[in-house]
């Protein structure tokens, strides 16, 4: 699927910007950023439910907005199951029969079974996180190519997190699908994803194959005899600063900031392993949830 130079205005504003990048089957791809960033806007426009205003989705190098069938290919899962809460499970498995044409019924089952699940009169009547499980069950059954989760674990236990994170692995390792995944829990992103695509004010802000960026940066710990000295403080990213011990992110290549960092003679000076998280948060400025 490529997604090419989307913009999208809504009542004159601009939600989102000359997005371009391509997902290809086989990968888990992270779509990250703050709150009204416009993650589930693009996630809409890729499963053909939004057009954009400018610009193409294409699979296979067809418009999907020209070619509608092409839309059979893909599925979006929306963070709250609100819309499918007044079906039961038979009637959904009905509705997505009509829609998707490789629908896989006995596979559907077999995960229920797996999980627990029996068929309800209401799926409003699953508990939040037998929702959750069974919406993305229902998704990878519909045998679209191109999975779109918008922040599928989002107020879940660690259990049903777990076994989600479990099938979405299981389902990309075996079978020639793409999972793109809106969320912004960045630790499990960073077990899940090989490419995150970080979105900011509707723009690709940047967008990373996941052990490329950890070469770009080095997180290191630093004890100096008194507090972080402030040229250092304005040369880094400081993730962490307790007394005397400072966490901070430094450009890997810099060898400017090595310099100034010995020339303060640190009583410690340890390189610690990066997470995608610390990443984030240093680019976008000092909060967890970006
Ligand atoms: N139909 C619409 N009409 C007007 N504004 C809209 C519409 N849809 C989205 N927006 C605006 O577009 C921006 C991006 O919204 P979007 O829901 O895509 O962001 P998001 O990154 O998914 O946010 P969140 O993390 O809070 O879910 C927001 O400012 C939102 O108010």
């Given at each position: 699927m490529e997604v090419k130079h989307i913009s999208?205005?809504?009542?004159?504003?601009?939600?989102?910007a000359d997005i371009e990048f391509e997902v290809i089957p086989g990968n888990i791809v992270g779509i990250v950023g703050r709150n009204g960033a416009g993650k589930t806007t693009l996630l809409r426009s890729m499963a053909g439910i939004l057009k954009p205003t400018k610009g193409d989705i294409t699979i296979d190098g067809q418009s999907i907005f020209l070619k509608p069938s092409l839309k059979a290919q893909t599925i979006f899962v929306p963070d709250s199951s609100e819309a499918l809460k007044n079906y039961s499970t038979k009637e959904l498995i009905y509705l997505y029969k009509s829609i998707y044409p490789h629908f896989d019924q006995q596979y559907l089952e077999a995960l229920m079974n797996r999980f627990s699940l029996e068929p309800i009169n209401k799926i409003g009547n699953y508990s939040k996180g037998m929702k959750a499980l069974f919406t993305l069950i229902v998704a990878f059954a519909t045998k679209a190519k191109y999975i779109l989760l918008d922040e599928p674990t989002d107020g879940l236990d660690v259990i049903i997190k777990k076994q989600i994170l479990q099938i979405l692995i299981e389902e990309v390792a075996d079978k020639d699908v793409a999972v793109i995944i809106s969320s912004h829990r960045l630790d499990e992103l960073e077990f899940m994803a090989n490419d995150v695509i970080l979105i900011k004010d509707g723009r690709v802000d940047s967008h990373y194959e996941l052990d490329s960026m950890k070469e770009l940066y080095k997180k290191i710990q630093l004890v100096?005899?008194?507090?972080?000295?402030?040229?250092?403080?304005?040369?880094?990213?400081?993730?962490?600063?307790?007394?005397?011990?400072?966490?901070?992110?430094i450009p890997r290549d810099s060898t400017a900031v090595e310099e100034l960092i010995s020339s303060y003679h640190p009583l410690l000076y340890e390189e610690l392993s990066m997470s995608l998280e610390d990443y984030f948060i240093a680019k976008l400025g000092g909060d967890d949830n970006v």
């Open positions: 999208k205005v809504i009542h004159h504003q601009t939600i989102l100096f005899e008194t507090e972080l000295p402030e040229e250092i403080a304005e040369n880094t990213y400081v993730l962490e600063q307790t007394g005397r011990v400072s966490t901070v992110l």
